[in-house]
């Protein structure tokens, strides 16, 4: 049976092994409205919502607790290569080029298989907008 504590353990226990020791990862189940995605489970079914001022930004659904895992995961590992790219900026490359990397990276930390998603997601992305470096 699906529920949130389940959906929060394995998040925990994924979230363990990417280490975000400088990047605080949450779980939460209410609306914060500041741009933060929260989980709902309604009939068996996971929501992903993220909420700013009153409006949804994103609304995602599925039974799959695989697939929330991965959008949550996802949306961290974005922002922790956001993050490590900031920190260690280098004027020319596509700034993508480390945000991807590091993301990737994290990804293949927390689940082989997540990983393997990603890389197609990548390269979907960078098929659609290819990397623009600057030298």
């Given at each position: 049976?699906?529920?949130?504590?389940?959906?929060?353990?394995?998040?925990?226990?994924?979230?363990?092994?990417?280490?975000?020791?400088?990047?605080?990862?949450?779980?939460l189940?209410?609306?914060?409205?500041?741009g933060?995605?929260?989980?709902?489970?309604?009939?068996?079914?996971?929501?992903?919502?993220?909420?700013?001022?009153?409006?949804?930004?994103?609304?995602?659904?599925?039974?799959?607790?695989?697939?929330?895992?991965?959008?949550?995961?996802?949306?961290?590992?974005?922002?922790?290569?956001?993050?490590?790219?900031?920190?260690?900026?280098?004027?020319?490359?596509?700034?993508?080029?480390?945000?991807?990397?590091?993301?990737?990276?994290?990804?293949k930390?927390?689940?082989?298989?997540?990983?393997?998603?990603l890389?197609?997601?990548?390269?979907?992305?960078?098929?659609?907008?290819?990397?623009?470096?600057?030298?």
């Amino acid at each position: 049976m699906n529920s949130l504590d389940e959906l929060a353990k394995e998040y925990d226990r994924l979230c363990q092994r990417v280490k975000p020791s400088e990047f605080p990862y949450t779980f939460l189940t209410e609306r914060q409205d500041v741009g933060s995605p929260h989980v709902e489970l309604t009939d068996g079914e996971y929501h992903y919502i993220v909420t700013e001022r009153g409006l949804d930004l994103e609304r995602k659904s599925t039974s799959d607790i695989r697939e929330m895992l991965y959008w949550m995961l996802y949306d961290l590992t974005f922002w922790m290569g956001v993050r490590f790219e900031f920190k260690n900026r280098i004027e020319g490359p596509d700034c993508r080029r480390v945000i991807f990397a590091h993301q990737l990276e994290l990804m293949k930390r927390a689940d082989a298989a997540m990983a393997e998603r990603l890389e197609l997601h990548i390269a979907k992305t960078l098929a659609a907008n290819p990397f623009n470096d600057r030298y």
